[in-house]
């Protein structure tokens, strides 16, 4: 066993003046969907920058992976795909309990605007399910 060091001993830190830039995809953050039929309860999707995702809705929340792939146009429709993980199988804003753990979903993802999202099940964007604004960067 090393005997410990001295105060003395141990080094400065060096101050370094470098700049790291880290690029993350515009999805990454903390969204809010407002519930029509409960004003007071809103579900929260907190996109990790490690494609991890958090998902929060009342009494219910789940974890699990995502993959969002940005359209290389801004024109056109991204796609994100989103695994559960795990559920606390409790219920939700809309009062469901259902335990979505290993459910997959896929959706098209409109942007409306820098704080406005939407998902949508088909790429024509008639058929959008979910209406996300952003809450955090």
């Given amino acids: 066993m090393a005997a410990p060091q001295s105060a003395q001993s141990v080094a400065n830190p060096?101050?370094?003046n470098s700049i790291n830039i880290v690029v993350r995809s515009q999805?990454?953050?903390?969204?809010g969907m407002e519930i029509p039929n409960n004003k007071k309860c809103v579900e929260y999707y907190n996109f990790k920058s490690n494609n991890q995702v958090i998902i929060k809705s009342a009494a219910e929340w789940s974890t699990g992976i995502y993959e969002y792939q940005p359209s290389p146009e801004n024109s056109k429709?991204?796609?994100l795909a989103l695994q559960v993980k795990y559920d606390n199988n409790q219920k939700d804003c809309l009062g469901h309990q259902q335990d979505q753990a290993g459910e997959v979903s896929q959706y098209f993802v409109q942007w409306r605007n820098v704080n406005t999202i939407q998902f949508c099940t088909s790429e024509k964007q008639d058929k959008?399910?979910?209406t996300l604004h952003r809450v955090l960067p």
């Avoid at 999805?27 to 969204?31: D, K, Q, S, T």
């Fill in 14 to 16: 060096q101050n370094d």
């Fill in 27 to 31: 999805i990454v953050g903390l969204w």
């Fill in 77 to 79: 429709i991204g796609a």
């Fill in 128 to 130: 959008c399910v979910v």
